[in-house]
């Protein structure tokens, strides 16, 4: 089991940028596909973001040349790198890990056992 945390969250204009970042601890990081979901309110969660061991990238088609996922094993961490962000992305935002084969970064939140608290990122018009 890992323990996650995320940050980086927090209130932007549409057009800017932010850098979310997911710390993990408890666990060797570098065993973990990583995710980035987000929830909106009145929505359900949806995916954003994976990346596999080997370093294979998943995106959703409505952030794909927007937004840039990463890890630092080094550092225990990923990151969601946010460009040009839109008013549609407010959202909490987690991060989360999933034991799996190493190419893979699943799409879908049934493989992902563990999850951060949320951040929220919230995008003003």
């Known amino acids: 089991q890992v323990q996650l945390a995320e940050s980086g969250g927090g209130l932007v204009q549409a057009g800017d940028s932010l850098r979310l970042s997911c710390a993990a601890s408890?666990?060797?990081?570098?065993?973990?596909?990583m995710g980035w979901f987000r929830q909106a309110p009145g929505k359900e969660r949806e995916f954003v973001a994976a990346?596999?061991?080997?370093?294979?990238?998943n995106v959703a088609g409505s952030v794909k040349g927007r937004f840039t996922i990463s890890r630092d094993n080094s550092k225990n961490t990923m990151y969601l790198q946010m460009n040009n962000l839109k008013t549609e992305d407010t959202a909490v935002y987690y991060c989360?890990?999933?034991?799996?084969?190493?190419?893979?970064?699943?799409?879908?939140?049934?493989?992902?056992?563990?999850w951060g608290q949320g951040t929220q990122v919230t995008v003003s018009s």
């Open positions: 989360a890990a999933a034991l799996t084969v190493l190419w893979i970064a699943p799409s879908v939140s049934t493989p992902y056992r563990d």
């Open positions: 408890g666990g060797t990081f570098s065993s973990y596909a």
């Open positions: 990346l596999a061991r080997n370093g294979n990238t």
